[in-house]
């Protein structure tokens, strides 16, 4: 299944009118349970540092990060990178017109891109899983990174992350190139990079799962049927959003010895 698509036409119609994009944002944040489970650890480790710190959205797509950034710290600076331009047009527009002064974005390819020393924080969610020179943007990433910063990632685990159950099966998203780390696979890469302190924790238990295949794969595969199935979502969701909620909500107050997410954070020392 093609994501990027999908992702790409609700972009071009929530980035008409900010008030719109800022509606979808409050939305996902509650819709995805990723979300949850990132943004408590955003809270716990921004607080850390001076007002006025700053962070890169690696892969920033709709931007929907840099925004919850921007919104709880408002003195924190944010610059957002994506290797899509058209992402980063629209981005751009729309924090503009938010009269946002401390947010920029840039077209960018991660196994490229670095700036000496220059972020406190580096938040890269759902984007490893697309590249295959996963060491070479962490490399990248430890470059960029102030002393003392933290790195914060999601990605698919090898719990089936990618929808994937066994070793012949493909990824449900077309656009992956592996299926997803597993904590041990991901902490050594990053300890080669150069960070240490590093937590991989998974997310997405069975609550969580159910809730991933009520509230996004099955609204995705018909949206790649057809397009007329936008017209049906307000509805399915209506019958299935109470049951997501409560799923998620089981799911962050869980320890997972298992799960298909993986939230990691490291640091540079």
């Known amino acids: 299944m093609e994501y990027e698509p999908i992702k790409h036409s609700i972009d071009r119609v929530i980035s008409r009118v900010p ?9 996902i944040d509650i819709h995805l349970l990723r979300t949850w489970h990132i943004h408590k650890l955003i ?8 007002t006025g710190f700053n962070v890169l959205d690696a892969g920033c797509g709709f931007g929907q990060y840099s925004y919850y950034f921007l ?4 003195d924190c600076r944010v610059k957002g990178v994506d290797i899509s331009e058209d992402h980063i047009i629209r981005a751009s527009a729309f924090f503009k017109k938010c009269g946002y002064k401390n947010s920029d974005f840039q077209t960018a390819d991660l196994t490229k891109y670095s700036e000496k020393d220059a972020y406190n924080v580096i938040i890269s969610v759902d984007v490893m899983e697309h590249i295959m020179e996963d060491e070479m943007v962490f490399r990248n990433f430890y470059t960029s990174m102030a002393k003392g910063g933290v790195l914060i990632i999601n990605t698919p685990s090898d719990k089936g992350g990618s929808d994937v159950h066994d ?7 077309d656009e992956h190139v592996r299926n997803g780390y597993s904590p041990a696979e991901i902490t050594e890469k990053l300890t080669k990079a150069g960070f240490s302190n590093i937590r991989a924790k998974y997310t997405y238990g069975v609550p969580g799962k159910i809730s991933w295949i009520l509230s996004m794969k099955y609204p995705i595969s018909l949206l790649n049927i057809s ?4 017209i049906l979502l307000p509805f399915y969701f209506i019958i299935t959003y109470p049951f997501c909620l409560i799923l998620n909500y089981i799911d962050t107050l869980q ?5 298909t997410g993986l939230l990691v954070r490291a640091e540079k020392n």
């Open 167 to 173: 070793d012949h099966q493909g990824s449900f998203i």
């Open 255 to 259: 320890t997972h010895t298992e799960g």
């Open 43 to 50: 809270r716990k480790e921004a607080i850390k540092f001076d």
């Open 19 to 27: 008030f719109v994009k800022k509606l979808f944002f409050r939305l």
């Open 227 to 230: 397009k007329l199935f936008f």
């Open 71 to 74: 919104r709880k710290f408002p």
